[in-house]
């Protein structure tokens, strides 16, 4: 036990804890936010056409390029791959595309037939019939060391203006 103790009782400080304790309680501010703030980053890949790190994407298909509609990799003139949402998730928020494409897309892989003795595509004005097609990583979603730093002070200030709130 310590040897001196000293009680707070001084209403400004009293008011300010209780109120950081409700912000405590309440994250959906800050989540809101997070999930803001993310998604235009995330958008922002698209038109640098990085992944979280900086690193560029793996360029297109020459063959694809040639015949490409759209202003660039993962975007073109119907493909909305790049309309990223967010919405909270019970204590946390979600960041992603509902396109069932876009996790193909984030972590890269192969795609296979799934009912047909082969995939059957057109490119660069000729059909291909093969048995699988390699789609290169292009990630788009996760975070880095400037994304943590901005949400760390977005978590920062949600407590902050709650403590300063008259």
């Known amino acids: 036990m310590a040897a001196a103790t000293i009680t707070v009782d001084e209403a400004a400080i009293n008011d300010a804890l209780a109120r950081l304790l409700a912000a405590a309680g309440n994250i959906k501010p800050a989540l809101k936010n997070i999930g803001e703030f993310e998604a235009k980053v995330t958008r922002r890949r698209f038109i640098d056409q990085r992944d979280p790190d900086g690193a560029p994407w793996a360029a297109l298909n020459p063959l694809y390029a ?56 057109s490119m660069g004005g000729q059909t291909f019939k093969v048995q699988s097609v390699k789609i290169p990583k292009r990630q788009f979603l996760g975070f880095n060391e400037a994304s943590i730093a901005a949400i760390l002070d977005i978590v920062k200030d949600h407590f902050v203006e709650a403590i300063e709130q008259k």
């Open 66 to 121: 040639k015949t490409k509609k759209g202003p660039g990799i993962l975007r073109g003139e119907t493909r909305s791959l790049s309309q990223i949402v967010w919405q909270l998730a019970g204590d946390g928020v979600e960041i992603g595309s509902n396109e069932v494409y876009a996790r193909i897309h984030n972590e890269g892989g192969t795609i296979r037939p799934k009912t047909a003795e082969a995939l059957v595509f």
